[in-house]
């Protein structure tokens, strides 16, 4: 990991995080025992689920590197709270058509949008539910908690077959945006990421589930069918895509003939960016939290490239850059470059950018 844990990056990354959650640093044990995460801003009845994916993973972060056991109860209070709201119906009367209270997950979980339907309504995204499971993965890692995993596993089995057609093709396809019930799609073409999403966390699951475990062997066979197809024409010029990309690939870099392979390719399309003065647009004409994702893919990796002191000097650019703009860590007053809605996900993805910890490989070995 190119990023370090230093003083000055722990205060800024806590005050991100207090930005969105709340003052917590000094909770005691027992007022942590009751804490509710506050409702944010950008999700509807206050949870968004990429959003709190990367809080869970941060208190596991700061778990670990302070050895301090309030960061994760409230990485579990967080992640029982978004069950017990993203799991549910929009009204909060039921859960998800599927879902019980043995299987809580066996009914997906919703994005959190704020409206209902429309071209930006509620439903589930196949890449936001693979970053929950991540999240819960990390976190049976972190406090030796089997059942985390368990609960990860079946939100994989229950989404796998509704996201995912002509499973026994040569080549399946997968849908972007499924409804709130998993009854339809509600966006047909395939995400750039969702096959190699799916596998990389997938593998990570079953890993996780034990020695041997062959838990999810099918459903990763059918991403990787769909992964073999996609990686050698990989190409992409959004900054939160790269990153993303970047940070998929590194668990399977110089093991994977795919994993390798792609995040060669991101790192080309990344430098071109960079070369051709993406960065250095106005930022009224940027996305902070898109570039934070830029940031986690570049320092999650150890991988020695020609490129990498320029990427590590670009990450160091963007934090500042946004910094700079006080759109981060504490959104100042009037500023103009960040939308109210986008708050909870820049702070908390700002985060992630200075210190991914959790998000990398080997964090949970040391």
């Known amino acids: 990991m190119t990023a370090h844990f230093t003083p000055e990056t722990q205060q800024n990354f806590l005050a991100a995080m207090q930005h969105v959650y709340g003052p917590f640093t000094h909770l005691s044990p027992s007022s942590a025992s009751t804490w509710t995460p506050p409702p944010n801003s950008e999700g509807h009845r206050g949870r968004y689920l990429w959003t709190d994916a990367f809080a869970v993973i941060n208190f596991l972060t700061l778990h670990k590197s302070t050895s301090n056991p309030l960061y994760l109860t409230l990485a579990a209070h967080l992640i029982q709270n978004v069950h017990d709201i993203l799991g ?91 409804s709130m019930d998993l009854s339809h799609p509600l966006v047909r073409s395939e995400g750039n990421l969702d096959p190699i999403d799916g596998y990389v966390i997938y593998k990570l699951l079953q890993q996780t589930d034990g020695e041997g475990s062959t838990v999810l062997v099918e459903e990763i066979c059918d991403y990787k069918k769909i992964l073999e197809t996609k990686w050698r024409g990989y190409s992409s010029d959004d900054s939160l895509d790269l990153g993303m990309t970047l940070w ?84 100042a007053g009037g500023t103009i470059e960040v939308r109210e809605k986008l708050v909870p996900i820049t702070c908390v993805m700002h985060a992630t950018a200075l210190f991914p910890g959790a998000f990398q490989k080997d964090f949970f070995c040391h």
């Open 248 to 331: 998929t690939s590194h668990w399977f870099e110089g093991e994977e003939e795919w994993a390798t392979g792609l995040s060669q390719r991101a790192s080309r399309d990344l430098g071109k960016l960079n070369s051709e003065g993406y960065f250095d647009l106005p930022t009224a004409y940027r996305l902070a939290f898109r570039e934070f994702g830029t940031c986690l893919g570049i320092r999650v990796r150890d991988t020695a490239t020609e490129l990498q002191p320029i990427f590590e000097a670009l990450a160091r650019k963007l934090t500042t850059t946004w910094e700079t703009k006080n759109v981060v860590p504490v959104p």
């Open 88 to 178: 549910y119906s929009r009204d909060g009367t039921k859960r998800l058509d599927g879902a019980t209270d043995a299987e809580p997950l066996k009914g997906g979980l919703r994005i959190g949008k704020m409206e209902e339907s429309g071209p930006d309504g509620d439903g589930q995204y196949f890449h936001y539910l693979t970053i929950w499971m991540f999240a819960l993965n990390r976190m049976s890692l972190a406090s030796g908690t089997k059942t985390y995993n368990d609960l990860a596993l079946q939100l994989a089995k229950t989404v796998h077959p509704r996201f995912m057609v002509n499973r026994h093709s040569q080549r399946p396809r997968m849908f972007w945006k499924m």
